[in-house]
C-alpha cells in the first residue's frame, strides 16, 4: 500500500495566489491532520479532521482552509498566499491507536 | 491549550554513551505521548510511544519515562550509534481517537560523535 502520499513535493508560489496542497491515505484512518514546520518551532498544527465531514481548527488556522469529502483525502487550501506562509507542510493520518504517520511533506515557498 | 517544553535543543554525545531528552507539558488532561525521529529532508518517524497509565516502557536501546505528577516525560537512548544522529520530537495529546492532533516540542538535534 502507498500509505499516506502528499502533492506536490515542492511549489514556489507568488505572494496572492492560491494554491491547494494535496494529501491522501490508503489506510482507511478515520482522522487526518495538517501540520507546518518551521526551523526553531517544530511542528504546528494547523486544522484537523476526526472523520469525513467534520475539521477543526488547530494552533495555527488562519489563512488556511480544508475540507474532508470521504475517508482518504484531506486538501489544505491557501486562498492568498503570503510570504509567513513559506514552511515545510506535513499531513499526517492515525488509527484507533492515537498513533500518527506522516506524509512526506511538500516544501512551498511563498515569495 | 497544551505547550510542550524540550530540551536540550541540541546535544552531542559520544558513540556508545547513553542520550537523555526532558519534555514538560501544561495539560494534565494529556495523555498519550509519543516520540518521533526525523533525518534531514524526511518525514518525522515514531520511535516509541507511552500513555498515561503506565510509568515506563522499553524498545530496545530506547525507553521513555512518563510522570504524571510532574508533568514531565524523557526519552532514553542507551549505547548510542551513528545512525541514532537526527531531529527529536517530543509531543503530547489528549486521546479519544487521537482527534485533537498532537501538540509538538521545539525539538532536539541529537549528535553523535564518533
Known amino acids: 500500500t502507498a500509505g499516506i502520499t502528499q502533492a506536490p513535493t515542492s511549489q514556489i508560489l507568488a505572494a496572492g495566489r492560491s494554491m491547494t496542497l494535496r494529501c491522501t491515505q490508503d489506510?482507511?484512518?478515520?482522522?487526518m491532520y495538517w501540520y507546518r514546520q518551521d526551523l526553531g518551532l517544530g511542528l504546528r498544527l494547523i486544522h484537523y479532521?476526526?472523520?469525513?465531514?467534520?475539521?477543526g481548527k488547530g494552533e495555527v488556522p488562519d489563512g488556511y482552509s480544508v475540507s474532508r469529502a470521504n475517508t482518504d483525502d484531506f486538501p489544505l487550501t491557501l486562498a492568498s498566499a503570503v510570504p509567513s506562509q513559506t514552511s515545510v507542510y506535513f499531513c499526517?493520518?492515525?488509527?484507533?491507536?492515537?498513533?500518527?504517520?506522516f506524509g512526506p511533506g511538500t516544501r512551498l515557498t511563498v515569495l | 491549550g497544551e505547550n510542550v517544553e524540550q530540551h536540550p535543543s541540541t546535544l552531542s554525545v559520544q558513540e556508545g554513551d547513553s542520550a537523555v531528552i526532558k519534555c514538560t507539558y501544561s495539560d494534565s488532561a494529556s495523555n498519550y505521548f509519543p516520540w518521533y525521529k526525523q533525518e534531514l529532508g524526511k518525514r518525522p518517524q515514531l520511535i516509541i510511544d507511552?500513555?498515561?497509565?503506565?510509568g515506563e516502557k522499553k524498545d530496545q536501546r530506547i525507553a521513555v519515562t512518563l510522570n504524571k505528577t510532574a508533568k514531565h516525560f524523557s526519552l532514553h537512548i542507551t549505547e548510542t550509534q551513528p545512525e541514532d544522529s537526527a531531529v527529536y520530537f517530543c509531543a503530547a495529546s489528549r486521546t479519544g481517537g487521537g482527534a485533537d492532533g498532537l501538540t509538538f516540542g521545539k525539538g532536539t538535534h541529537l549528535i553523535i560523535q564518533p
Open positions: 489506510m482507511r484512518h478515520n482522522a
Open positions: 499526517a493520518s492515525s488509527d484507533h491507536t492515537d498513533t500518527q504517520y
Open positions: 479532521s476526526n472523520t469525513a465531514g467534520t475539521t
Open positions: 507511552i500513555r498515561s497509565n503506565v
